[in-house]
């Protein structure tokens, strides 16, 4: 079991230094949205680069801490069954979900994705806007690290839902444990 704790601790500590890391992307888009429109309605003038830049750090950052997200329970989930579960229960549908829904979900992202992104790369695809950003092909390969930081989460939930089930959650920090599942991690 404590094989189990380590890989859920790693793969909770990597998705939680990549989402606070990228989170910090927020504040980047901001600035730069702001700064596009003072050029736009107090200059009369735009920067078609930054246009593209506050999109593409929008689109990056929302898909790196796609896992951080899934770690901190923060994705929309149906609660009429979920939230007056017991431990258990919840244990059982994170471990079904995982396995039937989010894993598969995460393969076939990935397949149709990897000649996508493989392909940008090829011919180093730049901004489909004329005098936009040049490495477009970087902003595509974030389809790979989305589908790469939501599948490990997952399985971090599913061994989760693996101690809880063999009543060894105790083993775990208390911020990785369902009591906390508030949002507060």
């Given at each position: 079991?404590?094989?189990?704790?380590?890989?859920?601790?790693?793969?909770?500590?990597?998705?939680?230094?990549?989402?606070?890391?990228?989170?910090?992307?927020?504040?980047?888009?901001?600035?730069?949205?702001?700064?596009?429109?003072?050029?736009?309605?107090?200059?009369s003038?735009?920067?078609?680069?930054?246009?593209?830049?506050?999109?593409?750090?929008?689109?990056?950052?929302?898909?790196?801490?796609?896992?951080?997200?899934?770690?901190?329970?923060?994705?929309?989930?149906?609660?009429?069954?979920?939230r007056?579960?017991?431990?258990?229960?919840?244990?059982?549908?994170?471990?079904?979900?995982?396995?039937?829904?989010?894993?598969?979900?995460?393969?076939i992202?990935?397949?149709?994705?990897?000649?996508?992104?493989a392909?940008?790369?090829?011919?180093?695809?730049?901004?489909?806007?004329?005098?936009?950003?040049?490495?477009?092909?970087?902003?595509?390969?974030?389809?790979?690290?989305?589908?790469?930081?939501?599948?490990?989460?997952?399985?971090?939930?599913?061994?989760?839902?693996?101690?809880?089930?063999?009543?060894?959650?105790?083993?775990?920090?208390?911020?990785?444990r369902?009591?906390?599942?508030?949002?507060?991690?």
């Amino acid at each position: 079991m404590n094989i189990l704790v380590f890989i859920i601790r790693a793969i909770s500590g990597l998705n939680s230094i990549i989402g606070k890391t990228f989170s910090w992307l927020s504040l980047a888009i901001v600035l730069v949205c702001f700064t596009v429109v003072v050029q736009r309605y107090f200059f009369s003038t735009t920067q078609l680069w930054m246009q593209d830049l506050y999109v593409w750090l929008n689109g990056a950052m929302f898909t790196a801490v796609a896992g951080f997200a899934l770690l901190r329970n923060d994705h929309v989930r149906v609660d009429i069954f979920y939230r007056p579960a017991s431990i258990e229960r919840k244990a059982l549908i994170d471990f079904i979900g995982v396995v039937f829904f989010l894993l598969p979900f995460c393969w076939i992202v990935y397949a149709y994705g990897w000649n996508y992104v493989a392909r940008s790369w090829r011919i180093y695809e730049g901004s489909p806007n004329p005098g936009g950003l040049r490495g477009y092909f970087i902003l595509k390969s974030f389809i790979m690290v989305f589908t790469a930081v939501v599948a490990l989460q997952g399985i971090a939930m599913a061994l989760r839902s693996i101690l809880v089930l063999t009543r060894s959650e105790h083993l775990l920090p208390a911020h990785l444990r369902y009591e906390n599942d508030g949002g507060s991690h």
